[in-house]
């Protein structure tokens, strides 16, 4: 239904599309949070820099890639040296809390609201910031679970206890041999839950969350909704961006709001039922939170 060259990008200020943001969120009868990569890159999540160099400039001497994306993609000669980097990369991009507090700010402006996430994140930064894990929808998977190689079931494995070992006994870029991760059932290979190809596991805790969000959908598909994107770009634009717009079109009532660093836009045909907003995401929702915690805010 949308023109895909009609698209709008406001010319409006950042402050003062952050006011009407801030205005929307206090009228909003629900808040569906849409977050793509950008909102952890804004966090601090970033792959290459001084963070690939970081936890990875061995590696770069001696596979010669520079960011850890690059990395993830190179043919390792060994499973062992495979997952000496995937350990690694796991451990900094699940188990360490982003360096910045954008999750935190984003919160801090839902959490008294009625609200539910959908994510193509697996870096499980939403809960870590004390979002509901009831309210959270996963749709990509999660870097802490495991999966067969060649699912012979429907089943997931938390894999931090492993990851964690893996980190601590890797030697010049090596993991053990005993330590590779194996399928509890037919003793396949294990790799990440990642949606990547048709092998992808979606297992029952996915099919619950997404249970959740349709539900949460259709109860409130003709009230005041705010569809709040983050950082959504356009790899995989059918998960939220497109429904997004979709919903927006459907309720005279909704909002779509769009925060995305000189990716903000919107179809013409909801342009008025639109905030775009290029400016850097942790920004914006710091600002924000700043405004619901500060002087005016208290003696309102």
């Not at 914006?284 to 939170?289: D, E, G, K, P, T």
């Amino acid at each position: 239904m949308f023109l895909s060259r009609a698209m709008n990008a406001s010319t409006a200020g950042c402050s003062e599309q952050r006011n009407r943001l801030k205005s929307a969120l206090d009228k909003a009868d629900a808040v569906v949070i849409g977050a793509g990569a950008g909102l952890s890159a804004s966090a601090g999540f970033t792959y290459d820099g001084e963070r690939f160099q970081r936890y990875f400039s061995d590696f770069e001497e001696k596979y010669g890639f520079h960011d850890m994306y690059s990395g993830g993609f190179y043919p390792y000669p060994t499973p062992e040296e495979r997952w000496a980097y995937w350990s690694r990369f796991i451990y900094c991009n699940r188990y360490v809390d982003p360096p910045k507090s954008t999750y935190q700010d984003l919160l801090s402006l839902v959490k008294d609201k009625d609200y539910f996430v959908i994510t193509t994140n697996v870096d499980h930064c939403f809960q870590k910031a004390g979002f509901d894990k009831e309210r959270l929808f996963y749709t990509q998977g999660d870097y802490g679970l495991f999966q067969c190689s060649k699912p012979c079931r429907s089943e997931t494995f938390d894999n931090e206890k492993t990851v964690r070992r893996m980190l601590e006994q890797q030697k010049d870029g090596r993991i053990p041999s005993s330590l590779l991760p194996a399928c509890p059932h037919c003793g396949r290979p294990m790799t990440m839950n990642l949606r990547s190809d048709n092998q992808f596991v979606e297992d029952e805790g996915w099919h619950l969350a997404a249970e959740r969000y349709e539900r949460f959908l259709r109860a409130r598909k003709n009230a005041r909704v705010l569809f709040l994107e983050l950082g959504v770009g356009y790899n995989t634009p059918v998960i939220i961006k497109y429904p997004f717009w979709r919903m927006t079109a459907a309720n005279p009532q909704a909002l779509y709001t769009c925060i995305n660093d000189g990716e903000a836009v919107c179809p013409n045909e909801i342009e008025k039922q639109a905030i775009c907003i290029n400016q850097d995401i942790g920004t914006v929702l710091r600002q924000l939170s700043a405004q619901n915690h500060g002087p005016a805010n208290a003696s309102a």
